[in-house]
């Protein structure tokens, strides 16, 4: 009898939208979603701020491919466990990053997409994560 895979927590998605300038397109995004952003930090050479399920992301035009080359991010309960089983699964490591929410990787999946996983600071999982769940 083999063992059941280990299961992998996704905890929040959000959809990447790629913006010029993130002072003019935040607040539109902002109203949209009715309240301020989440986030907003630097990361690299870009700037990212998160409303809602929604993440802005403003790089200049010669980083976006880049930017452009992974899916996600996945925000994961424990994105360690999430590589193992994307490993045992016929992922690849890509890379491994940290920012001012978390670390995380991105992984090939063995179709090829690459998906951006990331564990966020325990802080964030209460304010953002725990704060939707409760309403």
């Not at 959000?14 to 109203?31: G, N, Q």
């Not at 949209?32 to 809602?52: C, I, K, M, Q, T």
């Not at 890379?95 to 999946?109: C, D, I, K, Q, V």
Request: overall charge negative; glycine content about 6%.
């Amino acid at each position: 009898m083999t063992d059941a895979p280990q299961k992998i927590t996704v905890l929040k998605t959000y959809a990447r939208v790629f913006v010029d300038d993130l002072d003019t397109s935040l607040p539109v995004f902002e109203h949209v979603v009715g309240r301020p952003a989440d986030l907003r930090f630097p990361f690299e050479d870009a700037e990212l701020a998160a409303v809602g399920d929604v993440l802005l992301i403003a790089a200049p035009a010669a980083d976006l491919p880049r930017y452009r080359e992974s899916h996600g991010p996945l925000v994961v309960e424990d994105v360690e466990t999430a590589r193992r089983v994307l490993l045992d699964l016929g992922a690849t490591t890509v890379s491994r990053f940290e920012s001012a929410t978390g670390f995380g990787y991105h992984l090939r999946h063995p179709d090829g997409v690459v998906v951006e996983y990331v564990q966020w600071n325990p802080g964030l999982v209460a304010r953002i994560v725990h704060r939707a769940a409760t309403g």
